[in-house]
């Protein structure tokens, strides 16, 4: 089974989004980062564990987390 992928990345009309890798749309919405990685890694813990990727505001990964 593969590992899912998040992303949480910033919405250039603000905000954050939380993305699976390869979606067209995002999961969720958020106002902010840290309540778009919240979401990324539940997300991430519900779809049997994978790898969640934090990008800062200038869209580079500033961070990556393994959730089980």
């Known amino acids: 089974m593969k590992m899912a992928k998040y992303h949480v990345v910033k919405k250039p009309s603000g905000g954050w989004d939380t993305k699976r890798d390869n979606a067209s749309r995002a999961s969720s919405n958020n106002n902010t980062q840290r309540q778009a990685e919240a979401d990324a890694k539940r997300f991430t813990a519900n779809s ?12 580079k990964i500033r961070d990556s987390d393994t959730v089980p």
Do not use: L, P, T
């Open 48 to 59: 049997g564990g994978g790898e969640v990727r934090i990008h800062g505001v200038d869209g």
